[in-house]
């Protein structure tokens, strides 16, 4: 079937289970859409998503079959997870989410719940089930950076001195929650950690974490941080960071480097 074919109404049981949650990403599945993603993740041998399983469903669909199962139990969500198929992680993590999301409801706030999550969700990135670069950005600014805004961020150092390509980006990707809500200090610190990480994803996660630093906190924030910093940063961030600036000023800091 295609991928672009409507989600069928799956009727789903008080407890739904990874075998339903298959069975529906695979209705969605197109297999000249699995070889373009294939190649568009990067799933050649040594490159960053080396083996990656792919089943050709857009993420729309992909979407739309996390919705239907949005009380998937947690053991359930892992079950997906540890599997190859990169749509059942995707769709593992949209859940994730969502359960995330209604234990942090003010008035129901459940935070035992959220924790459990939390830890659940930072042991599959260490395990390596988080890896690729749009499981990172679909999942670290909702679960890890929600949960910490209240909390010591002592976190996200650890994760930004691990070797790990995809640990560090979840660090930078956490600290978007934080400049939705208007702190831009701990993107700031992180950036200058991994200012000499050259990483293609890395780069443009702290070139496109700084750009938002300008755009949604303060212009003048993302200037004076690339005054002190941009002579030692990579073509790459910069390019990104830069990127809502006037054309004088691109010129300008590129000329710094």
Same mark, same amino acid.
């Given at each position: ?20 949650? &298959? ?12 070889? +373009?993603?294939? &190649? ?45 198929? +990169? ?41 390596? &089930? ?113 990127? +809502? ?13």
């Amino acid at each position: 079937m295609r991928g672009n074919s409507p989600t069928p109404e799956v009727p789903v049981s008080e407890l739904p289970t990874a075998a339903q949650v &298959r069975a529906a990403l695979a209705e969605q599945a197109d297999p000249a859409d699995a070889l +373009h993603l294939q &190649r568009f993740f990067k799933t050649g041998v040594g490159e960053y998503g080396e083996g990656d399983v792919f089943l050709g469903v857009r993420v729309p669909a992909t979407r739309k079959v996390a919705t239907l199962f949005a009380t998937l139990p947690l053991k359930q969500i892992g079950d997906l997870l540890d599997g190859p198929v +990169h749509e059942e992680r995707l769709a593992a993590l949209l859940i994730l989410n969502a359960r995330f999301a209604r234990a942090s409801k003010p008035r129901s706030r459940d935070d035992a719940a959220r924790a459990e999550m939390v830890e659940f969700y930072l042991d599959a990135v260490r395990r390596g &089930r988080v890896n690729n670069w749009d499981l990172v950005d679909a999942s670290a600014e909702n679960i890890v950076g929600p949960w910490l805004l209240d909390k010591d961020r002592g976190l996200l150092f650890e994760l930004a001195q691990r070797d790990s390509l995809w640990e560090r980006r979840v660090a930078l990707l956490s600290t978007f929650a934080f400049i939705k809500a208007g702190d831009p200090s701990t993107t700031l610190e992180l950036a200058t950690i991994l200012l000499d990480d050259r990483r293609d994803l890395i780069q443009k996660a702290l070139g496109w974490m700084l750009r938002e630093v300008g755009k949604r906190v303060d212009p003048t924030v993302l200037t004076g941080y690339l005054d002190a910093n941009a002579a030692g940063m990579g073509r790459t961030a910069l390019s990104y960071a830069v990127e +809502h600036l006037t054309p004088e000023q691109r010129a300008a800091y590129r000329a710094m480097r």
